[in-house]
């Protein structure tokens, strides 16, 4: 095999492009500065106990004390031994973030246009289209980046798999193998189960593709070494797999023991989350049209409307300063849709929306239906509520569905399938298969359909909506007197976003027609139309990205780096160098809950899958109020706050470490455990539902002492004095897998008592009592993850000596 660097040359210029446009849409980062991330900073927050003891002595800890009382951190951005598919992962990410996210998204949808035999031009065309649509950029906005990082290996993953298809059985496999391994890697289980969804419907396209064409064999042949392919992604991520499967039965994706609510009212059982949570943030039928007209329901939930808008004018009618008027006009709440709360539109932009309409006309095949059919299916899901009988089928029967929430988040779909159609109609435009005239034909119906469907909008706006929004009473109310001036002023203001950003679409529509018009006319050579698109489309999305991640989310690294600085509360707890717990109920406790996390143990934190049980203590009690759970956790310091000041209140009659207690109560179930919790004398008795136990009496006199000698995040030494046998309860959190209790080096079984607690059963005498944390499923997953490399390096090496003695 002789390469041509001629040929690769187009590729390199591309490659090189991606990147320059990756650090020139996220400029500030080459001045040494990072976006600041609302959900990155949680992370910070959460992960700094890990961090620091990773620092301190070198070693990975798999388990934090520092939020919702103790979990372990197997998503906290845990580093496992020989999680080799990582390391690549970094090398291909090699930009500043997030221009890295940017990058990928760019590369990735280029390789899938390619392997779907799409000129290199066209190819790069669409990967601009896919990376910047606006959802994908405003996901690095807010730091959801596990999410972006999942997103932007899809379309590598559908590349393999289209190669394979193809017939390219040694290199799909390869690309397929490697790019699964690292859509896995990226972690987030939801955006790689919407992709499974979609590789099913693109598996029934080419099945019954294969049935028409009688090539039933070398469908089944294909899958098959796709399913080999799967195996070995899997094995290369086999800890961080077994190590989530393992957790996520003990977290709130888990089914739950209780059957009812903290009222006492009925609980919906399920093995999954609520239908309730699930749909939560449930696309409104009507968003639809966000796709293809930005504000068309007032964009997000807080919009900058300016000094020429309605509600400047009205701050300053009753008597604003100009300072507050722009203030006020800077996060005003133009969204009027149905869900909560709104980042910003998912818009996919008025070009490709054009596109994908024209596409539908001159497209033919299995590409065709595939790419539709998941549109469809995507989009439909994303209704959530909205779309009850459809969503309830699939929460109740397809499996996986319920441990999801957020189900509007499915349009990434949408956002993946609409381009690759969108360019495939270019390449049905520049192609001579098709007549001139069915060309232009598909191009009438398509501004027909598209073009004047804005218009309609544009025309009778006033007719069809009256934009009033779902939260408008509560701003009625809150303005007061003037709170129907607020409320018209809003409306106006989102009448002219509505009106501008239509008009705005329409212009877009009739441009990309009127530039296929010249085409087919041959007025304009294919290059120069090529040339025109990446204009239209760098135009229409940037413009709208820009709208919302810009160069002000950007700020020094230090205050990224170091998000949280000690107040006074936190510097005075943080000279107690003892192991308690912190509960910040402070405002600013409320407005960044990982923040205590980031100096001290706490019970509050931020994440999306904490333990079930420490939720369901949370709910019942934590909330409100209840001083004798909150004195079982050891809860030793409230981060109070009085007249903006914050201070540090001491509890003194929290229980500590460990204690011995008189009683220990068998009962019956999981209502009667937490219940019983309500008014239980914690430091004399102790409630369990454990089998192996049951109720007993101990006699626990004055000498009876249990103490703490040493503590770490995975490793907790105490020593124990009792002239009886006894029992004692250690306020740290139960999680059977992976804690190992030894007293005086005899491993004993550890107890789940108070429905969150360790206990032991402790012998009369002095001992030594050591808690280990040593999850066995790291060091199993490592080793799969061991082999799997080794085997996949193999297959690499035996794939590019093939292919050079094939050409040979």
Same mark, same amino acid.
């Given at each position: ?221 294909? =899958? *098959?070494?796709? #399913?080999? @392919? /799967?195996? &070995?992604?899997? +094995?290369? !991520? ?133 790419? =539709? *059919?998941?549109? #469809?299916? @995507? /989009?439909? &899901?994303?209704? +959530?509520? !909205? ?140 290059? /120069? ?147 019983? /919790? ?131």
């Amino acid at each position: 095999m002789q390469f041509s660097f001629k040929k690769f040359l187009p590729h390199l210029l591309v490659l090189v492009g991606f990147v320059a446009i990756s650090l020139a849409y996220f400029s500030p980062v080459l001045q040494g500065k990072k976006i600041y991330q609302s959900d990155i900073m949680h992370y910070i927050g959460m992960a700094e106990q890990q961090k620091e003891f990773k620092a301190t002595t070198g070693q990975e800890t798999y388990w934090t004390n520092s939020a919702f009382g103790g979990m372990p951190t197997y998503q906290l951005g845990a580093r496992y031994p020989h999680n080799y598919i990582k390391k690549l992962d970094a090398v291909l990410r090699f930009l500043p973030r997030p221009a890295d996210y940017l990058f990928i998204y760019f590369i990735g949808f280029y390789i899938l246009l390619l392997c779907l035999k799409v000129d290199y031009k066209l190819a790069a065309l669409g990967a601009l289209a896919f990376g910047f649509s606006t959802y994908l950029i405003i996901i690095l906005g807010v730091g959801h980046n596990s999410k972006a990082h999942a997103i932007a290996y899809m379309p590598l993953v559908l590349a393999g798999i289209v190669l394979t298809f193809r017939q390219k059985y040694i290199a799909g496999f390869l690309l397929t193998a490697v790019a699964l391994g690292l859509e896995i890697g990226a972690n987030h289980f939801q955006m790689t189960y919407y992709l499974m969804l979609l590789v099913v419907v693109l598996g029934i396209a080419y099945l019954i593709d294969a049935y028409r064409k009688k090539m039933l064999p070398h469908f089944f042949k294909s =899958v *098959g070494l796709m #399913v080999v @392919a /799967l195996i &070995l992604a899997i +094995g290369l !991520n086999a800890t961080n797999i077994l190590a989530t499967q393992e957790y996520v039965k003990e977290s709130t994706r888990g089914q739950s023991e209780l059957t009812i609510n903290p009222d006492g009212s009925p609980k919906e059982v399920s093995s999954g989350l609520s239908k309730e949570y699930i749909t939560e943030y449930s696309y409104g039928k009507l968003e639809t049209f966000n796709l293809f007209i930005p504000r068309f329901l007032g964009g997000g939930s807080g919009e900058d409307v300016g000094k020429d808008s309605e509600i400047y004018k009205f701050f300053r009618n009753i008597g604003a300063t100009p300072v507050q008027a722009l203030q006020e006009s800077q996060n005003a709440p133009t969204y009027w849709g149905e869900q909560t709360i709104v980042e910003a539109p998912a818009y996919i932009g008025a070009v490709m929306i054009f596109l994908f309409v024209f596409a539908l006309f001159l497209v033919r095949g299995r590409l065709k239906w595939w790419l =539709v *059919g998941g549109t #469809v299916l @995507a /989009l439909l &899901l994303s209704y +959530g509520k !909205n779309l009850g009988f459809l969503t309830d089928f699939f929460i109740d029967y397809v499996p996986l569905y319920n441990k999801f929430r957020a189900v509007s988040s499915i349009q990434v779909i949408v956002e993946l399938c609409v381009p690759v159609l969108a360019i495939f109609g270019l390449v049905k435009l520049f192609n001579d298969f098709d007549k001139d005239e069915h060309k232009l034909n598909a191009l009438k119906i398509s501004l027909a359909i598209v073009g004047g469907l804005a218009l309609i909008f544009l025309l009778f706006k006033s007719t069809f909506f009256e934009f009033v929004g779902a939260n408008d009473g509560y701003y009625r109310q809150a303005y007061g007197e003037y709170g129907q001036g607020y409320i018209d002023a809003l409306r106006a203001d989102r009448k002219a976003f509505f009106t501008q950003d239509t008009l705005r679409t329409l212009i877009l529509v009739l441009l990309s027609a009127g530039t296929i018009f010249m085409f087919i006319k041959k007025k304009i050579s294919e290059t /120069l139309v090529v040339g025109i698109f990446a204009i239209l489309i760098l135009f229409d999305l940037v413009g709208v990205d820009r709208r919302y991640v810009n160069t002000d989310n950007f700020v020094s690294a230090y205050k990224v780096d170091k998000p949280y600085q000690p107040n006074a509360a936190d510097l005075e707890i943080m000279e107690d160098k003892g192991h308690f717990r912190v509960l910040d109920i402070s405002n600013e406790g409320s407005r960044a809950p990982a923040r205590a996390a980031y100096f001290h143990n706490t019970l509050s934190g931020y994440h999306a899958a904490k333990l079930k049980r420490f939720d369901e203590l949370f709910d019942f009690h934590i909330s409100r109020n209840n001083m004798n759970v909150l004195n079982m956790l050891n809860t030793k310091y409230f981060i109070a706050e009085e007249q903006g000041q914050v201070f540090p209140y001491v509890n003194e009659d929290a229980n500590g470490n460990a204690w011995f207690v008189s009683e220990l109560e068998k009962l019956e179930s999981a209502n009667e455990e937490i219940r019983a /919790l309500d008014s239980l004398q914690t430091l004399t008795k102790a409630v369990t539902t454990i089998s192996e136990l049951s109720s007993k009496r101990f006699n626990v006199d004055s000498t009876a002492t249990i103490t703490l000698t040493a503590h770490q995040p995975n490793k907790l030494t105490y020593k124990s004095s009792n002239p009886n046998e006894g029992f004692s309860v250690f306020s740290e959190m139960y999680y059977g897998n992976g804690w190992i209790a030894t007293i005086d080096g005899k491993e004993t079984p550890i107890q789940r008592v108070d429905y969150t607690l360790r206990g032991l059963q402790i012998p009369a005498g002095n001992h030594d009592i050591e808690f280990k944390f040593e999850p066995q499923v790291v060091q199993t997953g490592s080793m799969i993850a061991l082999g799997s490399s080794v085997l996949l390096g193999l297959l690499l090496i035996g794939g590019v000596w093939f292919g050079f003695r094939k050409e040979d």
